[in-house]
């Protein structure tokens, strides 16, 4: 199986071109490099724009016409860099081939090997960020439906999106954001089945920027490619999720509110390895959030829940038999205010102390959660 990984480089200087200057002479390149995240602290939609033309600048001159797939968070890191880059590299195996493709000007990556066929995608938005977030969304998955019916890949073969949504918990006419992307995700998903579960997926909150999705997806006929969904027996399913815990009014399209779709995790498997993609994961059991217990309580029970969905007993109620171990590679830690991180810090270092890690200023998808954690684990498979 292909092998993949992620580390983080932090940028230094007062403008952003001193620090992606920093950044990528820091950086040295060390398999092929296929995404791109850069974490940032625009103050509004038009300094954002102009941060992401010099981000645009710097990848094209840096890697020119086999450029990765690339995205600008409005999210300021948290410990004390203006800005930090997330790496995404793989060592291909033989007989992989890498594609550097554009489809109606919005550029994307098909990896491929023997009966296999993997999408990437980076930083999909709307023409406009003025748009309201129905329409933006609307607008993006349209952008993706038509790449994907271009590369003969079924929507269903989305195994991993990551949903970055401008003031996300924000009311307005008595809608939410977020209530208004997942109202538009779900007329999107509804256009196939899901056999294998819905994707992995992060949905959380940014300064500004609009809507903005990064996604991968991935289409195989080969016997030995099993891609399976992981539910978290602590928590019941987003995409199950009564109307009690969604916010907001009815959609005007379907008359009713449409819950997250998205799996708690996404395993995708290969022989005797395998690659767990964890979704954005907060302090819920159940359905309920813990509220009124703090950060660092929050914390805690977030670990707890990958913990508990990456376990060999979760594993095998999934199907997975004979399970050597899993190892998580790389967290990102998303929090609700500035003043929470070295709380948070020291909790997931007690445990996962080295660990590439980020920790970001972003708000959650519910007012009373204060921490999101997502990330990817590895697995290994006895014969």
């Not at 995404?35 to 724009?49: A, C, D, I, Q, S």
């Not at 289409?219 to 099993?226: G, L, Q, T």
Request: hydrophobic share 35%.
């Amino acid at each position: 199986m292909t092998q993949i990984n992620t580390d983080y480089f932090k940028g230094q200087g007062v403008t952003i071109e001193q620090q992606l200057a920093y950044i990528f002479s820091a950086y040295k390149q060390k398999g092929i490099t296929i995404r791109l995240v850069f974490f940032g602290n625009p103050l509004n939609n038009k300094e954002y724009l102009a941060h992401l033309s010099l981000i645009s600048q710097s990848v094209q001159l840096i890697f020119g016409d086999e450029s990765p797939v690339f995205s600008y968070v409005a999210q300021p890191p948290l410990e004390g860099n203006p800005l930090v880059m997330e790496v995404v590299e793989i060592i291909p195996e033989t007989g992989t081939q890498v594609y550097y493709k554009r489809r109606k000007d919005i550029p994307y990556i098909i990896i491929e090997s023997a009966r296999i066929k993997k999408l990437l995608l980076g930083g999909v938005r709307a023409d406009s960020l003025n748009l309201s977030i129905r329409k933006q969304s609307d607008a993006i998955f349209s952008q993706l439906e038509e790449i994907l019916s271009f590369e003969k890949m079924p929507v269903f073969s989305i195994t991993r999106q990551w949903n970055y949504i401008e003031q996300i918990v924000k009311k307005a006419d008595g809608r939410q954001n977020y209530q208004d992307f997942n109202d538009s995700r779900t007329r999107f998903y509804n256009k196939t089945t899901w056999e294998n579960g819905y994707p992995a997926a992060t949905g959380v909150g940014t300064s500004c920027g609009g809507v903005m999705i990064d996604l991968e997806a991935l289409h195989s006929d080969d016997p030995d490619i099993k891609i399976v969904a992981l539910n978290n027996s602590l928590q019941v399913p987003a995409h199950a999720y009564s109307p009690r815990v969604l916010i907001g009014k009815e959609d005007e399209k379907t008359g009713q509110k449409t819950t997250p779709k998205f799996e708690r995790a996404k395993l995708v498997r290969n022989g005797k390895k395998g690659i767990i993609y964890i979704s954005g994961t907060a302090a819920i059991r159940g359905e309920l959030s813990l509220e009124n217990v703090g950060v660092e309580e929050q914390t805690k029970i977030t670990l707890e829940n990958i913990e508990h969905l990456i376990s060999n007993g979760t594993l095998v109620n999934a199907g997975i038999e004979n399970v050597a171990g899993t190892r998580l590679c790389c967290l990102r830690v998303y929090l609700k205010e500035e003043h929470f991180f070295q709380s948070a810090k020291r909790i997931v270092e007690v445990k996962y102390a080295g660990l590439p890690s980020v920790y970001l200023k972003g708000d959650v998808c519910r007012e009373e959660l204060l921490v999101e954690i997502e990330g990817f684990a590895s697995l290994d498979i006895n014969r």
